[in-house]
């Protein structure tokens, strides 16, 4: 399986901006279906974006302030997040499963590698 290490995690002032990545090891990314999560303090994962054959995907709760998208020469992914809000602190992870997969996956049942992840911390 591939090994995930995110980064570009750190504090950040409300309206800012910033760029998650996450790099693969042993294995390319191209052959995996990719997302993004984050799990804010006491609360349980969520899905931030996803990436496959099929394209990006968002949840509509969160479209518009994060961009999905990946490199694979790089094999790496990113998250670019705008506009900031001190409700997006929380811890975020990159995952992956290696499936010829379309469409959204917004489960995280549904990845069955994780990064170690990276704590966002957005302050008001």
């Known amino acids: 399986q591939v090994q995930l290490v995110e980064s570009g995690g750190g504090s950040v002032q409300a309206g800012g901006s910033g760029r998650l990545s996450c790099v693969g090891f042993?294995?390319?990314?191209?052959?995996?279906?990719l997302a993004w999560f984050r799990q804010p303090p006491g609360k349980e994962r969520e899905v931030i974006a996803a990436?496959?054959?099929?394209?990006?995907y968002y949840p509509d709760s969160l479209k518009g302030r994060f961009t999905i998208s990946r490199e694979n020469a790089e094999n790496n992914l990113y998250l670019q997040m705008n506009s900031l809000k001190p409700e997006d602190t929380a811890m975020y992870y990159c995952?992956?499963?290696?499936?010829?997969?379309?469409?959204?996956?917004?489960?995280?049942?549904?990845?069955?590698?994780w990064g170690q992840g990276t704590q966002v911390t957005v302050s008001s």
């Open positions: 990436i496959n054959n099929g394209g990006t």
């Open positions: 042993e294995y390319s990314i191209s052959e995996y279906c």
């Open positions: 995952a992956a499963i290696r499936l010829n997969c379309f469409g959204p996956r917004f489960r995280a049942r549904d990845y069955n590698v």
